[in-house]
């Protein structure tokens, strides 16, 4: 396949993978930041739904932080791995030390991102969750799992381009996968993009609020409907 031009390329290709949901009063997009911000950006626009950001901050290992024994997520869900957790036989206490550090930081940038405007409620909704790829999807696995937690009434993930082993193991997990692309060999997600700049906080901001812009006009009927 050829490589999409940037993340907003990327988004507009799979919003036409997912129209079905178009204009739904009970569907909102979720984009993992950074990277998939300016994806679910293009998704929400043009199939006129609500966005928000879902943050997703993992608990390393002390002293091992890249090995995961659990996430935090949106809405102050935690996701442990007990079998972990148990095997390693981490005292309560640290293990209380990194999720509070990582509760912090995750405050920090919801705050950063939000600028004080509340999270959309996902209870009984339709989620879609948008990043830029899936390498392993373990960040994905753990929104999935802190969604179930707020109760979605159903989860989509969606992404541009993913490993095909990571796609057909995310099935059993969501209850829809939307893969636009799953090229083999696969490598990394960032090969498949001509421009695969680190997206910004600045940027995550203001997409965050051009889209609430765009739902509020949509809401007050000034807005014109769009279509993938």
């Known amino acids: 396949m050829s490589r999409y031009q940037d993340r907003r390329h990327a988004g507009r290709v799979l919003a036409a993978a997912l129209r079905e949901y178009a204009g739904r009063p009970d569907v909102i ?21 609500p966005l928000d950001v879902f943050v997703v901050r ?27 957790i148990e095997g390693l036989r981490l005292p309560r206490e640290a293990l209380e030390r990194v999720i509070g550090a990582e ?3 995750l405050a920090r940038r919801e705050q950063m991102y939000r600028q004080g405007r509340p999270p959309l409620d996902v209870t009984g909704k339709i989620c879609i969750l948008v990043d830029d790829g899936l390498a392993t999807g373990s960040t994905m696995r753990a ?6 937690q707020r109760n979605a009434r159903r989860i989509v993930v969606a992404v541009p381009i993913a490993a095909p082993s990571t796609c057909d193991e995310l099935a059993s997990e969501a209850d829809d996968v939307i893969c636009a692309a799953t090229p083999e060999p696969f490598y990394a997600v960032g090969l498949w993009y001509a421009n695969f700049e680190q997206t910004t906080d600045e940027e995550v901001h203001e997409l965050l609020e ?15 409907s769009q279509s993938p």
């Not at 090995?67 to 442990?80: E, K, N, P, Q, T």
């Open 103 to 105: 509760r912090t930081e």
């Open 143 to 148: 929104a999935i799992a802190a969604l179930r």
């Open 29 to 49: 997009v979720l984009a993992l930041p950074r990277g998939g911000v300016p994806v679910a950006y293009e998704v929400a626009t043009r199939l006129g739904l």
């Open 58 to 84: 993992k608990l390393g290992v002390p002293g091992h932080e890249e090995f995961a024994m659990g996430a935090i997520a949106s809405g102050g869900v935690i996701v442990l791995n007990r079998e972990t």
């Open 210 to 224: 051009a889209a609430a812009r765009e739902q509020a006009a949509r809401e007050s009927g000034d807005a014109p």
